[in-house]
């Protein structure tokens, strides 16, 4: 019987599916967490604890170091809010082409018999310019980046898209008339409106800093609706005072931004819609169920991918580090234990490794000596035994 516990009630309603083979919330000594936006670095984690899957893409909530050397695999749920943040680009792409929320505070602060000849008058300065036929830069055309690419080509821009990572797999979501950049400069000089849509890793802290604006045509509006220091808020700021960039909109408030008539900051609300976090708690509680019960991998933070088919009785798992003779090590306790290998798979992430030992027989009385002699192996973290 595994121990799944949430901490709210959205991860809780993506529960609903599990079988009678999971109790939520029964135990502190729980086998998985469900998270959403909970602060963990000040935990201390069970040694049940197997696995937690956090309903949202970032994970800065969550301390890899610490979950990795309890042997404690990490998920997010990538794409899970990716609709969410597209409609809101392609709603604020309007919002900023037609000077709304400008002529939305005109109106609010506007009224009396004389209106209606006023605002005949005072509409012009809130003209604005269509979508159709403007350039779009879309930074990062991952899970979200596609689908505001898309979008916003089938409103008629153009758009230019920019991924260096881009794998096979994402490229066949990105429509036709998406024109590739091949470096970031190629696609920032060209464009009316600049998004990024890229993780936050040591490589993208900063990617649109001064250089980068500095070649961005005048006029440009900015948007960064990814993660907070992708964009350099400071020099946005530089930017727009000397009117090469001509509005700002983020989801990450800074003192920098505020009360600027050009810059809009929203709280952080890109992916907050009633079915994102539905969608992150169904996935991450899928993502739960198929670690627990098969050991393989999709989406995690601190661990290798690796997925390999079930098709034996048993199967034991390990986590440990990615050091030389690791395998060997396994493979060789195994056999002095006459136990024979169905198959063995084995990935590694920076100094992490994760390997998966499929068995065609194991008998019960030795499977918790097995355990403590694969778990006394120097550089292991975490052993498990499943059974199909």
Same mark, same amino acid.
């Given at each position: ?6 901490? #709210? ?7 609903? @599916?599990?079988?009678?083979?999971? @109790? ?18 000040? =935990? ?10 956090? %309903?949202? *893409? ?13 042997? !404690? ?13 597209? &409609? ?6 309007? %919002? ?20 209606? /000849?006023?605002? &005949? ?9 269509? /979508?159709?036929?403007?350039?779009? %830069? ?15 080509? *089938? ?45 936050? #890793? &040591? ?8 250089? =980068? ?11 960064? +609706?990814? $993660? ?10 530089? +930017? ?5 960039? $001509?509005?700002?909109? !983020? ?5 920098? /931004? ?7 900051? !929203? ?8 079915? *994102? ?13 198929? +670690?627990? &019960? ?52 084995? *990935? ?5 490794? +994760?390997?998966?030992?499929? /068995? ?12 403590? $002699? ?12 499943? =059974?199909?």
């Amino acid at each position: 019987m595994y121990q799944v516990k949430t901490y #709210n009630a959205i991860a809780q309603a993506g529960l609903d @599916q599990f079988t009678d083979n999971y @109790q939520i919330n029964k135990t502190d000594d729980a086998d998985a967490y469900l998270i959403r936006s909970v602060n963990l670095h000040d =935990q201390k984690f069970p040694k049940s604890l197997k696995v937690i899957a956090r %309903a949202g *893409a970032g994970f800065n909530n969550i301390p890899l170091d610490q979950a990795t050397e309890n042997g !404690t695999a990490v998920f997010n749920t990538p794409g899970s809010n990716a609709n969410a943040v597209k &409609e809101l680009i392609i709603s604020l792409l309007i %919002a900023s082409s037609r000077n709304l929320f400008a002529a939305a505070d005109y109106a609010a602060h506007n009224s009396g018999a004389d209106i209606s /000849l006023r605002t &005949e008058k005072d509409k012009t300065k809130f003209k604005g310019t269509e /979508l159709t036929g403007r350039t779009l %830069a879309v930074i990062g055309v991952g899970h979200v980046g596609s689908l505001v690419a898309n979008a916003a080509s *089938a409103l008629g821009m153009k758009v230019i898209g920019y991924d260096p990572y881009l794998s096979a797999d994402a490229a066949w979501h990105i429509s036709t008339t998406i024109t590739r950049a091949n470096t970031l400069g190629e696609a920032l000089q060209q464009a009316d409106y600049v998004t990024v849509h890229v993780p936050k #890793n &040591e490589e993208t802290t900063g990617l649109i800093g001064p250089e =980068q604006m500095e070649i961005m045509k005048d006029g440009v509006k900015l948007f960064n +609706y990814s $993660r907070d220091g992708i964009v350099d808020n400071e020099a946005a700021v530089d +930017y727009l005072d000397a009117r090469k960039i $001509r509005t700002y909109y !983020t989801d990450f408030g800074e003192n920098v /931004l505020l009360n600027r008539d050009d810059v809009v900051v !929203t709280p952080h609300i890109g992916g907050s819609t009633l079915e *994102a976090e539905a969608n992150g708690a169904t996935q991450g509680a899928n993502t739960i169920m198929t +670690y627990l &019960e098969t050991g393989n991998i999709e989406n995690s933070v601190n661990l290798p991918n690796l997925k390999v088919p079930f098709n034996t009785p048993y199967r034991l798992t390990l986590i440990h580090k990615n050091i030389p003779n690791m395998v060997g090590q396994i493979a060789t306790l195994l056999a002095e234990a006459d136990i024979n290998i169905e198959g063995m798979s084995n *990935a590694a992430r920076d100094g992490v490794a +994760y390997t998966i030992v499929d /068995l065609d027989d194991l008998k019960n009385e030795e499977e918790h000596k097995l355990v403590d $002699r694969l778990s006394k192996i120097d550089a292991v973290y975490r052993v498990r035994v499943l =059974q199909k």
